[in-house]
């Protein structure tokens, strides 16, 4: 009996997904006046990603974004030690 192959191997792409404020502050674990207030700082001078317009109101963040904004803030405090 042979075996098939349910899987094949092919390249891992990495999903992106909106994230609502809330889930931004679990990831940050900051707030959401700290998260606005650091939007207004440039991305290369520390400043938080911009979110993503989804209608007239209702907005949300790349998770990717965010998540890479943390990664350097704790690459930035792990190279100060």
């Known amino acids: 009996m042979a075996m098939q192959l349910v899987h094949q191997s092919g390249p891992v792409v990495q999903q992106n997904r909106l994230i609502r404020m809330s889930s931004v ?3 940050t674990g900051l707030k959401k006046s700290s998260i606005y207030s650091l939007m207004r700082k440039p991305l290369e001078e520390g400043g938080f990603p911009r979110p993503v317009p989804l209608s007239g109101r209702m907005i949300a963040w790349s998770e990717n974004a965010v998540l890479t904004w943390v ?3 704790i690459a930035a405090a792990e190279a100060q030690q």
Do not use: C, S
């Open 71 to 73: 990664n350097a803030r």
């Open 25 to 27: 502050e679990n990831l």
